[in-house]
């Protein structure tokens, strides 16, 4: 696993609450909200699963602390998107908190109803994003949630020991953690 | 591509040279001006990034790092020691703001 420079975390004091809204201007409608909302739940999840921090959504889009929005080509922020595959998402690092994805994707949640080639599963770009505004910069290990690229129609949305090694570095283990990845060993108090 | 070496010169490889300073791979102040000639730069820019992507380290444009780089992925830069990391570039700007 891989921090960014100078190891941004949230610095908050633990346990913490971390707020995500959607944007309603921009989204995309190939999917339902209910289909877009139950994908990053479970991704929020995931990581919330591992350590300390508990993920909340709520409605105001500008006072929440994470802001997810579907973009199209140029949108502000110097990192314009391509189109259709390519870049498929970016997001920023600590205590940024915005988690920008390619409106061009063709966004799949279940890749049964969606028949498309060039799919890409949302739940697996919202894990791996989520990692990013946590303060993981890409890791070089291909099992990992963190490695940079992803395949149309592949999915890898489960947390790797390499991801768990990487967040629990930075924010401690959630107390409830117990994974086959784990040994008791590596159980560590909730220091951050 | 598979016999481009150092000293050669190939039309279109600027394109490998732009996305690998995209990503954080080849250390150059400036995007716009990249030459298709397949120089040390370049040359040690895919070591990087073959390194870092777990490929076979050739220093050149084999297929199976073609190949990766045509896969879609994370617009975020890889490596955490370019000076251009765009994360912490939008945080001044952010701040500023």
């Keep these: 696993f891989v921090f960014f420079p100078g190891k941004p975390r949230w610095s908050r004091s633990m346990p913490m609450t971390l707020t995500y809204a959607f944007s309603r201007e921009n989204m995309i409608h190939s999917l339902s909200m209910k289909e877009i909302r139950e994908a990053f739940q479970r991704a929020f999840t995931r990581w919330a699963s591992v350590i300390p921090v508990s993920f909340v959504e709520v409605s105001d889009f500008e006072l929440t602390d994470i802001k997810i929005g579907f973009y199209n080509g140029e949108h502000g922020d110097g990192e314009p998107f391509d189109g259709v595959l390519g870049v498929l998402a970016h997001s920023f690092s600590p205590e940024i908190g915005r988690l920008h994805l390619d409106a061009a994707e063709t966004w799949a949640v279940d890749f049964r109803s969606t028949t498309s080639e060039v799919a890409v599963d949302l739940e697996s770009v919202a894990t791996h994003e989520i990692g990013h505004l946590l303060g993981l910069s890409h890791s070089s290990l291909k099992e990992a949630v963190m490695y940079p690229s992803l395949r149309p129609r592949d999915k890898r949305a489960d947390l790797n020991i390499d991801d768990i090694k990487g967040v629990q570095s930075l924010y401690g283990s959630n107390p409830n953690f117990r994974s086959e990845w784990s040994l008791e060993s590596d159980m560590s108090a909730n220091q951050g | ?97």
């Design chain 2, 1 to 97: 591509l598979n016999n481009a070496r150092r000293g050669t010169k190939i039309t279109g490889i600027s394109q490998f040279k732009r996305y690998l300073h995209r990503f954080g791979y080849l250390l150059q102040k400036s995007n716009t001006s990249f030459s298709d000639e397949f120089d040390a730069t370049l040359e040690l820019a895919l070591v990087r990034y073959q390194r870092n992507l777990g490929l076979q380290v050739t220093g050149k444009l084999d297929s199976n790092t073609v190949s990766q780089m045509i896969t879609p992925r994370c617009g975020d830069p890889d490596t955490n020691t370019t000076p251009h990391h765009h994360n912490h570039v939008h945080k001044t700007r952010l701040t500023k703001n």
